[in-house]
Structures are given as structure tokens and as C-alpha cells.
């Protein structure tokens, strides 16, 4: 097989000739770069380093092609860019001031080098005439996706990797949070929902403008297409299923549904945390790949129930642990985790290995390989 018919075929509930490997396609899937640059030097790989989104304050690596073939990457990502000017204003900043995004929201440097999202334009918004007045971005800026085609069809012409859009955090609870900040938002959810739905709705008619502007331009190319907005903590839920049904999962249907109508991709949606309890609200609105089966998150670690109740109905990407067993394991209990995750997911297709969420900077190169080369060693089991 190649890659692209090995993903596929995973994602149809068939055996692939090994289970796929999905890394390095989006800040989701990716490496940060401070461990990027520890594993090139392991692997010995010179190519320069780059930032996915040209974005350092994210951090995360756009990982070279040398790189993703040496662990095995089965897919590739096309992403947009945020428009020219936010470039142009953000290249010229003072040293160590906040990134200052197209929405307004920002990333404050914590630590030299560390940012963390701390500019909530909207933090005192209560009215939907706050809504109404807010200077929204332009989606319409042609800068964003004028490249996706050209990469998409470059992709598909060599016919050799699952090709997966990656729209940057079309999410519409979490830009909530960075409009407002976490607590403030799940605050309005309780004591202003009016307020609340509407700041989500009109989030969600700019993610879907944008959205809508990639797909025609690479819809017909892809294989899937990422979305997601996390939803769940260590242990529970960010709010009761309740609210989440009544609020915000009928504007992720409508938001699936629209996808649907513009392109025959997959459906891939990454959600952090113990979802457990909205995981067939996934399933009725339509997602068929569900990222990252955060299994050191409450329920999310019960991997036979997940696949005995979803498996035949949703197929899986993550599920190995960075919370202790690729920052602080050894080689071996890596290539032990990974054997066993693949032994319970992997039978009858529906799963792709990957980390659960980003590669941070505190897992070692050896762990990296190790995780690839055991998807190689026990992956092929189930043909």
C-alpha cells in the first residue's frame, strides 16, 4: 500500500497492510521545536528549521520532508496563513511585546522564548452590542489560502500521502476563550447564554467564511479535513453534556454539515480532555475521525470500551501518552505502549498512531523514534 491507500483504508474500518502514522500535519500532530531540533541532530538531519504558520511564538516545528519519511509520516498537511499584514505588523514589533493576532487575541511571553495566550480583547463584552461593534477580521483577505491549491494538487499529483486540510483553529469555543479568557466565557455560558450563543454564532459564521474559502480552493483535493475545540479536562468535562447539547452541538453540526456540502473529506475533530461522555454527540453530527484520545484523561484511558462501543462508527488518531510515557519512559515502555494500544485499536482498521496532541519539548528524540519504529514492528500484526 501506499501511505495515502493505507490511510484510507484504515479510515473505511479495512486492515491496512500497517496502521498509519499521522505526524508533523498540524500543531495537533506536530513537534515543538526546541524537541524537533534535538531529534534532527539525533537523526542527522541539517535542513533549516521553520515554524508551521511561520509563527514561532506557537512553536511548533513544520517538520522537512526528510524528516517525516524517517518516522513514517503516512500524511501531509496544507494549512492557511494568516493574512499579509499580520505578518508585516508582528515582524516589526518591539522585542517581547505580545503577537497580536487577526481576531485581536494574543500571546504574551511568559518566560524568554515561552508564550502563552494572554490578550482577551473582549474579556469586559457582555452585550450583543459589544458583539455587533467588534472589529471582526477579514476572511475574505485572499492572502490566507492563496497557496493551498498549488500544495494540495502538488499532493495529490504524486499520489503518495493522505492529504489533510488543516484551517488554522476554526474553533469556535475556543476563540471564544481567547476573546474573552476561559473563565470569563464559561461564565457568560451559565449567567448570559443569550450573550454567550451569540458571541459562538458569530465566531462560527467567520470560521465558516474562511472555511468555506479553503475548501473551494482545495475541497476537492483532500482526504480530511481538521476541526475541533476542546471540551474536556484531566477528569470531566469543560460543562455538563446538557450545555453542551443545548449550546455549542448545534453549531458544530452546522458546521460539519457545512463541510460536507463543499468537499467528500473525512472529518477529523480534535477535542482534549475526558470527552468520554460526548463521544456518540460526535458520532450523531457527523465526525468520523475522533483526535487525540487523551488516555491519560478519566475515561479516555479505557481504550476496549471506546472501541467495542465507537469502533465501528468512528476511527481513532492519538492514543499515545505525553503525559508521562513519551516525555519520562524509556525507549522500550514506549515501544510497549505503543504495541499495546495498537493490539486493542488497531484490529479491523479505524485507527491512526499518533501522539496524543503535540510533541512537546520535553520528550527525548529516542522516545520519538521509538514510537515510529514500534508502529513499523507491531503494526504490520493484523493484515
Known amino acids: 500500500m501506499t501511505p495515502r491507500d493505507r490511510v484510507l483504508a484504515a479510515l473505511a474500518h479495512e486492515q491496512p497492510d500497517r496502521v498509519p502514522i499521522v505526524i508533523g500535519t498540524s500543531n495537533t500532530t506536530g513537534i515543538k521545536m526546541a524537541a524537533c531540533r534535538r531529534l534532527k541532530a539525533h537523526l542527522g538531519v541539517t535542513s533549516p528549521d521553520r515554524y508551521i504558520y511561520d509563527w514561532p511564538e506557537l512553536g511548533t516545528a513544520a517538520l522537512d520532508e526528510q524528516t517525516l519519511r524517517r518516522l513514517g509520516s503516512d500524511a501531509r498537511g496544507v494549512l492557511d496563513r494568516y ?22 487575541t494574543g500571546q504574551v511571553e511568559v518566560a524568554p522564548g515561552s508564550w502563552f495566550p494572554g490578550v482577551h480583547p473582549m474579556k469586559d463584552a457582555k452585550t450583543l452590542e ?5 472589529p471582526w477580521p477579514d476572511m475574505d483577505d485572499p492572502s490566507r489560502v492563496a497557496h493551498v491549491r498549488a500544495e494540495a494538487e502538488t499532493l495529490r499529483e504524486q499520489n503518495q500521502y493522505a492529504v489533510i486540510g488543516t484551517p488554522w483553529l476554526l474553533f469556535p469555543l475556543e476563540r471564544a476563550f481567547a476573546m474573552q479568557g476561559m473563565d ?18 458569530r465566531i462560527a ?10 475548501l473551494a480552493e482545495c475541497g476537492d483535493l483532500l482526504d480530511i479535513v481538521k476541526i475541533g475545540d476542546d471540551l474536556g479536562t484531566q477528569d470531566r468535562l469543560l460543562m455538563s453534556p446538557a450545555m453542551y447539547r443545548s449550546i455549542l452541538k448545534p453549531i458544530h453540526a452546522d458546521y460539519i454539515a457545512f463541510i460536507r456540502e463543499r468537499t467528500k473529506a473525512r472529518v477529523f475533530f480534535h477535542t482534549d480532555g475526558d470527552v468520554f461522555d460526548l463521544v456518540e454527540d460526535f458520532v450523531e453530527i457527523g465526525v468520523d475521525v475522533l483526535n487525540p484520545v487523551q488516555t491519560s484523561a478519566g475515561r479516555m484511558a479505557n481504550l476496549p470500551e471506546l472501541k467495542r462501543r465507537y469502533g465501528s462508527r468512528l476511527s481513532f488518531c492519538g492514543a499515545i501518552d505525553t503525559h508521562r510515557v513519551l516525555p519520562s519512559g524509556t525507549p522500550a515502555e514506549v515501544r510497549e505502549e505503543v504495541r499495546r494500544v495498537i493490539e486493542i485499536m488497531g484490529p479491523g482498521g479505524g485507527y491512526l498512531v499518533s501522539s496524543v496532541h503535540t510533541i512537546m519539548d520535553d520528550v527525548p528524540p529516542e522516545n520519538i523514534v521509538a514510537m515510529v519504529d514500534a508502529v513499523e514492528e507491531f503494526g504490520r500484526a493484523y493484515r
Open 83 to 104: 493574512p499579509a499584514g499580520v505578518y508585516r505588523r508582528n515582524q516589526g514589533r518591539a522585542a517581547h511585546d505580545p503577537f497580536i493576532d487577526d481576531w485581536g
Open 130 to 134: 459589544d458583539i455587533e461593534r467588534y
Open 184 to 201: 470569563t466565557f464559561l461564565m457568560n455560558m451559565v449567567l448570559a447564554p443569550e450573550f454567550a450563543r451569540a458571541l459562538l454564532e
Open 205 to 214: 459564521s467567520l470560521c465558516k467564511r474562511l472555511m468555506g474559502r479553503f
